[in-house]
């Protein structure tokens, strides 16, 4: 099979990178939004999604050595945020070079904050399945070399997932787990359906949103605030 030749901008943006990828077509596809192909980035998201998060968590805990682990949860959640990933997503230009289809282009789509993000998330995806871990962390290094790092961001104030993840830490309870329900809607208006089930209690809570990380934090506060309403006996 004939090497896919990357067009000039997306040679451009893997020089950015500065990952020549073995297999070009997977960074192609991790700009592909689901309305543009079948062939879309979203399960390279999701692969990129737990890379970020370990990648950054190594981070932080090299560089702030002398925080608690709450205080490490925190951090983290404000660097993997949406809106830290859409100035990631900003720097190298991504929404020039995002494959949409009509509908999503005439709506916006370029410069959606959620399909930045995801776009970020899915090269980083890319790129561990293209070379392994140990390079889509380095990638994730460079992606955040810019953004300042620092024990004031625990500051901030705390999202539901970081509220409802630390609140079961406390009482010595297992992390949450998100599975996307439902996605309904046309591709450029889409609304997701997000269930967050903490094991222990059996008890599950449905958020929805316009995309997988707000339908996820809508589910969280649901179960927090379930949660500290039915406290367990």
Request: glycine share 8%.
């Amino acid at each position: 099979m004939a090497e896919l030749a990357l067009s000039p901008p997306l040679e451009a943006l893997q020089r950015q990178l500065a990952h020549p990828f073995a297999n070009p077509r997977l960074l192609e596809q991790a700009l592909t939004h689901r309305s543009f192909s079948s062939d879309h980035y979203e399960r390279l998201e999701f692969l990129g999604d737990s890379v970020l998060n370990l990648a950054i968590s190594t981070l932080l805990y090299e560089q702030l050595a002398s925080l608690p682990e709450g205080d490490l949860s925190r951090t983290r959640a404000n660097l993997v945020k949406q809106e830290t990933l859409v100035t990631v997503a900003k720097g190298l230009g991504l929404s020039a070079v995002l494959r949409l289809g009509e509908g999503e282009l005439k709506s916006g789509g370029r410069q959606r904050p959620s399909i930045l993000a995801d776009a970020v998330e899915a090269i980083i995806g890319a790129v561990y399945l293209d070379a392994g871990f140990d390079s889509a962390a380095q990638l994730v290094r460079r992606l955040f070399k810019g953004i300042e790092i620092n024990p004031t961001m625990v500051a901030m104030g705390k999202d539901a997932k970081t509220a409802l993840q630390e609140w079961l830490q406390g009482r010595r309870m297992g992390l949450p787990q998100y599975r996307v329900a439902e996605t309904t809607g046309a591709a450029h208006q889409q609304m997701f359906a997000v269930v967050c089930e903490v094991i222990e209690t059996g008890h599950t809570e449905l958020g929805r949103g316009p995309s997988r990380r707000a339908a996820e934090q809508a589910a969280a506060a649901l179960m927090l605030q379930h949660l500290k309403e039915h406290p367990q006996r």
